[in-house]
């Protein structure tokens, strides 16, 4: 279990300083994935920095398993980084050594056998799905290549963490989804927790049970990722969720009666649902503006509709809309009011 | 001076002859002072330039300011001293070291001095050239920072270290020519004795021809090692 307690990391620049990080709080259980998503400059990267200590925080402690990283010695420092590892978003092999050599260099570095190394690392290539490519020197394959030889050196010490710093931005979608699909098996087959740190929503959405939003330096929105995507408090979360949000600019005809109906994992994804309100009620709705994604076999998200006719016809689109299992509807008056609150 | 007779056929049969006697023994005196005091200044050279990267206040092992405010300085110093004034400088130096000032072996000393400051900044310029994420990555994989030196800068930086110390030995070399003016061998020497003081062009150009060839053949092996070392470029 990974503790982030109080973190802070102020950085002193030649006009003042910033608060890269401002009394960071989560908690990161064992076998969870863990996305920590922002936009650039949000601080993401230096909170990854900060649980191996590549950055020191100013205020504040991880604790890994209890142990308070910030109080190890050089030493200690060093043998806990072999438990948690690290891949990132440029790969970072030794471009002059060969991928076998890339794998074999933490053990290298911790001075074991080297014939037993070299087993262990070619079982990792293995695992990663490059065993042929052992004496192939990195620049020689292509980027998802080089981040399977990064995430098999990762894994060479048998690590308890690994975090990923943005270990899929460099990559097109195709090969985002392939790494993802090995960081989840990883995760599923070692039991390795796993910390992703993205701007894309999409990744959390693919690969993450939990999720953290970080909008300059603090947590402004955390918990499953069920949850966040379902109902988004933060405003960063809504624009990261849905960056092209139609509401972000849209501006809407005065008077009309427009509802938000909320998905809340509702297995009825697959059911036309305006189209059967418009059968059983005879309501013609339009659809405003939508946001729905599939997590697993459930939606999420919500569409914004607009309800032609009477107040009464209102009131039967609510009762219809409501009767259907996790769906929550809500008038967007009243959605309006929420949002001055959050 | 006569120029016009410095090319006579009288004269260019001397030097064809100089060239079969005496070239054989300079161009040998040449190559290995400059091989010998290269060796020397890389072995002094390549730790102070290792330290001047990973010293520095934002390096992986940093030393207190002073040190590296001290160690630029004498570098730089050292640097700005003309080769053939700081030859004459260290003669004692060089006395206590070899016994002597004069001769080939003696011109080591003063080589290996002006070049080390040289080789130095050419290892700080090719470690620099390192991506500092491959650094962080080592840290992060828990490596010391000799072990970074040892297994991350150096071996990132071959190709990039060949190429400069390609470029130290041909500049040591020039130096070495420069040397025959103060009591050093070689083919400068050679160019001199005959060249400046007894107006026999023929030889020193011959000399100069020669020092050339030996220029190309080490900058072209140079090239062609260290295109082979670098393994960042595909398809070998």
Known sequence: ?342 | MNFANAFTPERLQEAWQCLLTEFPFAVWETVYSTLLATLFAVIIGLPLGVLLVTGEQKGIRPLPRPFMSFLNVMINLLRSVPFIILMVMIIPLTRVIVGTSVGTVAAIVPLTVAAFPFIARLVESSLREINPNIIETALSMGASPLQIVTHVMLPESVPSLVTNITLAITTIMGYTAMSGAVGGGGLGKLALAYGYQRYRFAVLYLAVIVLVVITQIIQSFGTWLAAKLDKRLKNQ
């Not at chain 1, 030493?75 to 948690?84: F, P, V, Y």
């Not at chain 1, 270990?167 to 599923?188: F, V, Y």
């Not at chain 1, 006719?309 to 008038?331: F, H, M």
């Open chain 1, 1 to 342: 279990m990974i503790e982030l307690r109080n973190l802070s990391k102020h950085f002193t620049t030649s006009d003042g300083g910033v608060d890269a990080l401002k009394q960071i709080n989560l908690t990161i259980e064992n076998g969870d994935i863990y996305g920590i998503i922002g936009m650039s400059g949000a601080g993401k990267s230096t909170l990854v920095r900060c649980i191996n200590m590549l950055e020191r925080p100013t205020e504040g402690s991880v604790l890994m398993d209890g142990r308070d990283m910030g109080s190890l010695s050089a030493k200690e420092l060093r043998a806990m980084r072999r438990k948690i590892t690290m891949i990132f978003q440029g790969f970072n092999l030794l471009m002059q050594r060969t991928c076998l050599k890339n794998v074999m260099l933490p053990l290298k570095l911790s001075g074991g056998n080297r014939e037993a190394a070299e087993k262990k690392a070619r079982e990792l290539l293995e695992l990663v799905g490059l065993p042929d490519k052992a004496n192939a020197y990195p620049a020689q394959l292509s980027g998802g290549q080089q981040q399977r030889v990064a995430i098999a050196r990762a894994l060479v010490t048998e690590p308890d963490v690994l975090l990923c710093d943005e270990a899929t931005s460099a990559l097109d979608p195709k090969t985002t989804h392939a790494i993802l699909e090995l960081i989840r098996d990883i995760n599923q087959k070692l039991g390795i927790t796993v910390i992703v740190i993205t701007h894309q929503m999409s990744v959390v959405q693919e690969v993450c049970n939990k999720v953290a939003i970080l909008e300059n330096g603090t947590v402004v929105e955390e918990g499953t990722v069920a949850e966040v995507f379902a109902n988004p408090r933060a405003a960063a979360t809504r624009n990261l969720i849905n960056p092209s949000n139609p509401e972000n600019d849209a501006i809407f005809p005065e008077g009309g009666q427009r509802i938000r109906v909320i998905f809340n994992g509702a297995v009825a994804s697959r059911e036309p649902l305006i189209a059967k309100m418009a059968v059983d009620c005879g309501i013609l709705a339009s659809i405003l503006g939508a946001s729905t994604r599939s997590v697993g076999d459930k939606a999420y998200g919500y569409i914004l509709l607009d309800i032609p006719g009477t107040p009464e016809d209102l009131g039967r689109a609510i009762a219809y809309l409501s009767t259907i299992p996790n769906i929550t509807v809500q008038v967007e008056a009243e959605y309006a009011a929420k949002e001055e609150r959050a």
